[in-house]
């Protein structure tokens, strides 16, 4: 509504005042990886978006209204000793989108995600890992990788 | 301290967080190369603790909308036939660095068009995939643990566009359409570019009651390439029954690019009206 584009308004005019070239770059890190924690062989563990302290956080910083597209590569299994694997899944609602005007916004990490990004924008992401009962011992790792398009 | 050095100063001082995090802060926001520098650069610094392996290279993709209005970038590796395409004659020194806590590294783009290129606007993306070290999960201690970890890689894509001779550009704009539901107006702008280079601008939508007076605004950074036609919602709250409008403005400016590089264009309105029963 009116007051929100006011005060985006009103921030961004006082940022460009303070520091008039200081907001023409942009950054995208890595803020928290997405941790399962204990994992039991046959239980399935599931890590919601919105869990505060076990989910993968992603920033997106130093933005000034920019519309961007944000897609994910999300591994299907993970790779462990000796050639293990353990599925990973990744719902319709397993990532989230928040900034200071807009609260946690659910989406589906597996098909790309248009947003407006104003100064940050916060990224968080969860899943489900689903160990067979059988499962070996040993660590599993895979990758995850945001791509964050700027149009 | 140069112009380059108080960006990221000052970047840091509005995003502390960041100092904790994997990744890079790229300046600027988008590359403009000249034909007659046929040189750029790019600016990137490790705010983190850790140290971050860099890659840089090269895609091409450009802003395009589907039947629903959703904005999409597609970035392929190399550009379709007939596009104007300037990916395979870029290139970026270093292309592979390591950066360590809290470095600064300018990586260099370099041109080397063809002979006898025409005159026009050239396009690319430059892709930087940042990867910070993998972090385990501690598992419990015993023989029998399964411990899971999960690598963050991020990549900032940006545009890159090299121009060469003097260009033109604008959009028309077919006719909008605009609904209300849910607390939201939701409105079609259907643009196609004119002239020979992209159209960078934004567009600003105000939605007016029959008093004219604004119930709301919103504004979006735009690239319009060839056609475009994305969808713009603007949260209005509840509406009481009634006739109103929406105008619309899209002007060659941009809040998030210097002046110099937005060519200008004639701005271009128009206005919809809509009922609510």
Known sequence: MRSTLHARRLLLGVALLVLPGALRAQSVTGIRNLTFGTVVPGVPTTVLQTDGVRSGQFRIAGVLIRNVTITFTLPPVMNGPAGATMPLTFTNTSAGFTTVFQGNTPFNPNTPYNETVFLNATISIGGRVSPSPTQRSGNYSAPIVMTVIFL | ?277
């Open chain 2, 1 to 277: 301290m140069n112009h380059t050095t108080r960006v990221l100063a000052a970047l840091l001082t509005l995003t502390p967080a960041a100092l904790l995090a994997q990744g890079v802060i790229v300046a600027p926001t988008a590359v403009f190369i000249d034909h007659a520098t046929r040189a750029g650069s790019i600016t990137l610094y490790n705010p983190g603790d850790q140290p971050v392996e860099v890659s840089v290279s090269f895609g091409f993709g450009y802003p395009t909308t589907d039947s629903a209005g959703a904005i999409r970038v597609e970035v392929t590796d190399s550009a379709p036939a007939g596009q104007p395409a300037a990916t395979a004659w870029l290139q970026a020194f270093p292309r592979r660095v390591t950066m360590g806590q809290q470095d600064r590294q300018t990586i260099r783009i370099l041109a080397t068009p063809p002979a006898g290129l025409p005159d026009g606007e050239y396009w690319a993306r430059l892709i930087v995939s940042a990867k910070g070290g993998q972090v385990p999960v501690a598992g419990v201690p015993d023989s029998g643990a399964i411990s899971v970890g999960l690598t963050l890689e991020v990549r900032t894509v940006i545009a890159v566009v090299y121009r060469k001779g003097a260009l033109t550009t604008g959009v028309t704009m077919a006719p909008m359409s605009a609904s209300y539901a849910n607390d939201t107006v939701s409105v079609r702008l259907p643009m196609t570019r004119t002239g020979t280079a992209a159209y960078v601008g934004t567009a600003r939508v105000r939605v007016a009651d029959s008093r004219g007076a604004t119930r709301a605004e919103e504004e979006r950074a735009l690239g319009v390439y060839y056609s475009f036609d994305p969808l713009i919602d603007v949260p209005v709250g509840p509406l009481p029954p009634g006739n109103y409008m929406v105008h619309v403005t899209v002007s060659a400016d941009r809040s998030d690019l210097p002046p110099k590089v937005v060519l200008p264009a004639p701005p271009v309105r128009d206005s919809v009206g809509f009922t609510v029963k």
